[in-house]
């Protein structure tokens, strides 16, 4: 037993190694840049993305980066997709997600409505547009804020007219062209127009580009250009956007922002608050956003304008296989219970489904491992993609297949105590793992960027308890349950502070699930029995424990919180209850996903239906494996557990029980294989 815990200590060593490598590339590099100060001219291009910002069509742009102006993709994404350059505008306005309100999306985006003696035509109806949308966006608070602080703002063009519009719709100073407009203000917005890919792009961003050419002819000689798309092009799929700063704190830098945590990831919403922020006024808490900073040297233009290209690319191709893992390991994981019941019932041989166990078990693994090979940047992609997940998978459960069969579970110990170490320390080293990942965040929807996403939080929950369901068995026959005890909750403490910490994981749903988890293990271990009143204590100590760690991010400062301290800002402010309602809507549609969902749904209510009548539903093979692993019972309540209340607590909804039933099956599966050699064999 001690040679498995020098071949998991090993391997852990390893895949830190590998982990500290790809920080040290892809973290961002020198010194963090101070806050963009006034003056800050905005030029908004609806349709720029890194894919038509070239030297060719777009030479101004080209000469800004050359001249070592910094860079960044853009989340242009807002409430809809694809975005149209209204959403974009009217989302700057009101400094969170917006929407252009018209029903019928289909036969095209709603032109961005004229500007008549300082009002900008049929706001009103812009503003009850609004109410519908779960983001709660108030238009016109961008330019109010301004206003309030006393701070002069210029329009120029239709675009900006609606993004630094007051909450009447009136705007203070505005122009129709640049030609025309005044150069004074310590805030500029302009819209430099929109790109169409069914009438001569080109043509649109050589219009554009000269636009940008004026403004910096213009604009004084102190001022921060900076030049992003608002939306994608016009009749295209979903692109990242492009953002371009130039100014005299620029110098050949990527950009990011406290809401990505991301080299060279930035997001629309985070435009107001710079703004705000460039001028010394302070951010409405509706914003929802972060002031741009630069962190971290960008290669030649040439270079940087692939990279960042390749965000939209990777994205796409890792949204295609995101939906394919995760239903078809859960699928994998089912067939692989029909088929071992067949076997064991037949009394056949069960050595392949064993081994096919063991790589789908460690498929997870692999699928934040894959990163390391940079896929993308293979020929053929998604073919590197895939067959690097299932190859390093095939090479883990060769490994593993060399773990001793005695105690049967040591070998899902060992797998397990890799993953959740691997996913802790990529937690505390910026999560770079996630950005190659099928099971990580994704730029382009604009969900989550940084941390343990729902996904992740599944994949490292699950396989924390089942390692400390494991060692607990390893060190109770050792040092008796007490310390066995002690070891489960210190595992769970470790867990929590991984996924919840915000400048870690900050998955506040995460964190009322593995409590409760990890405490009812710590019962198991203790042969204390689990009854309602535990099972309430539990929760209300996750509770106590996640509210503790929100507070706690809360008292930082407002660009520097994450989700939690947000959250509780939204409480203190009146704004919680719309939060909670937007994710329970997520959480709830989740059901219209597909009859796939229903059947994960009949089967979380067996499960703990297992759990609250052991006695009666529980089968007899499942006890027969409980009797050769004690502490199986445990595991396998934790884990029903952290389905549950992850199900209930993060607007994944049902999909976490999914995920749960596709992580979870295998490895218990593979441990109730070796608990009873199955005839046959």
């Not at 959403?87 to 095209?108: C, E, F, I, K, V």
């Not at 949308?133 to 239709?158: I, K, M, N, Y």
């Not at 710590?522 to 009854?531: A, E, K, P, T």
Request: charged letters at 15%; one cysteine or more; glycine letters at 10%.
């Amino acid at each position: 037993m001690a040679s498995l815990w020098r071949m998991c200590a090993g391997l852990v060593a390893a895949a830190a190694l590998c982990l500290s490598v790809t920080s040290a590339v892809a973290a961002p590099a020198g010194k963090i840049s101070d806050p963009i100060t006034a003056p800050v001219v905005v030029v908004g291009i609806a349709g720029l993305t890194w894919s038509n910002l070239t030297e060719k069509d777009t030479p101004t742009l080209w000469r800004m980066l050359d001249d070592g102006a910094d860079a960044a993709a853009l989340t242009v994404r807002t409430v809809h997709s694809p975005p149209c350059p209204l959403d974009g505008w009217l989302s700057l306005s009101a400094g969170r997600a917006a929407t252009d309100p018209q029903p019928h999306r289909d036969r095209g985006c709603t032109t961005i409505p004229a500007v008549t003696g300082g009002a900008v035509q049929g706001w009103g109806d812009l503003v009850t547009g609004q109410r519908a949308s779960l983001f709660d966006p108030e238009l016109g608070l961008l330019g109010s804020t301004l206003a309030a602080g006393g701070v002069c703002a210029t329009a120029v063009g239709p675009g900006a007219a609606l993004a630094l519009a007051d909450r009447q719709g009136q705007v203070a100073r505005y122009y129709a062209e640049p030609a025309t407009a005044r150069w004074d203000c310590p805030v500029t917005v302009v819209d430099a127009g929109v790109v169409d890919r069914r009438s001569d792009p080109s043509e649109t961003l050589r219009v554009a580009d000269q636009t940008v050419r004026q403004v910096l002819d213009r604009a004084p000689g102190n001022a921060t250009v900076i030049v992003l798309g608002i939306s994608q092009p016009l009749h295209s799929t979903l692109a990242m956007g492009a953002v371009v700063v130039a100014g005299p704190g620029s110098g050949h830098r990527f950009l990011t922002a406290q809401s990505t945590r991301w080299q060279g990831i930035v997001r629309l919403l985070d435009i107001p608050s710079t703004l705000v922020a460039s001028a010394g006024v302070a951010e409405p808490n509706h914003f929802t956003g972060a002031p741009l900073i630069a962190a971290g040297e960008r290669p030649s233009t040439q270079d940087t304008a692939r990279r960042l290209r390749d965000v939209t690319q990777r994205d796409r191709d890792l949204r295609r296989s995101s939906g394919i893992f995760i239903n078809g390991l859960a699928a994998a994981a089912v067939l692989a219970f029909g088929t071992l019941a067949l076997c064991h019932r037949n009394r056949r041989s069960t050595r392949g489904i064993e081994f096919g166990l063991l790589v789908l078990a460690a498929l997870p693994l692999c699928s934040y491992l894959v990163r390391l090979i940079q896929w993308w940047r293979w020929p053929a992609p998604l073919v590197a993609l895939w067959l690097g997940m299932i190859g390093a998978a095939v090479v883990v459960a060769l490994v593993l297949r060399r773990v001793p069969r005695v105690p049967p579970w040591a070998a899902v110990t060992v797998l397990s105590g890799i993953t959740a170490g691997v996913l802790a320390i990529d937690a505390t080293t910026g999560t770079v793992l996630h950005h190659g990942s099928p099971l990580g965040p994704s730029p382009l929807s604009g969900g989550r960027y940084y941390g343990f996403g729902n996904t992740t939080f599944v994949v490292f929950a699950v396989h924390a308890v089942v390692f400390a369901a494991g060692f607990a068995s390893w060190l109770r026959s050792r040092r008796g349950p007490v310390i066995a005890a002690v070891a489960v909750g210190t595992i769970g403490l470790a867990a929590v502070l991984v996924d919840a910490w915000p400048t870690w994981g900050a998955d506040v749903g995460g964190g009322l699930a593995i409590v409760p988890a990890f405490a009812l293990l710590g019962m198991d271990v203790l042969g204390r029995r689990i009854g309602a009143a535990r099972l309430l204590l539990t929760g209300a100590v996750a509770v106590a424990a996640v509210a503790l760690i929100s507070v706690l991010d809360w008292l930082r400062p407002a660009s520097s919180r994450s989700h939690a301290g947000r959250f509780v800002e939204d409480l203190l402010h009146g704004d919680g209850t719309a939060v909670v309602t937007r994710k329970a809507g997520y959480a709830i549609g989740s059901l219209s996903a597909g009859p796939h969902l229903w059947l994960v749904g009949a089967l979380l209510l067996y499960l703990v239906a297992v759990v609250l009548a052991r006695k009666r539903l529980s089968p007899a093979w499942f006890e027969d494996a409980v009797a050769q692993w004690p502490h199986l019972w445990g595991c396998y309540v934790a884990v029903v557990t952290i389905a549950v209340i992850g199900s209930a607590a993060n607007d994944y909804g049902l999909r976490v029980a999914l995920l749960a039933v596709g992580i979870a099956g295998p490895p218990l599966m593979l441990a109730w294989l070796r608990c009873g050699p199955p005839a046959g064999n």
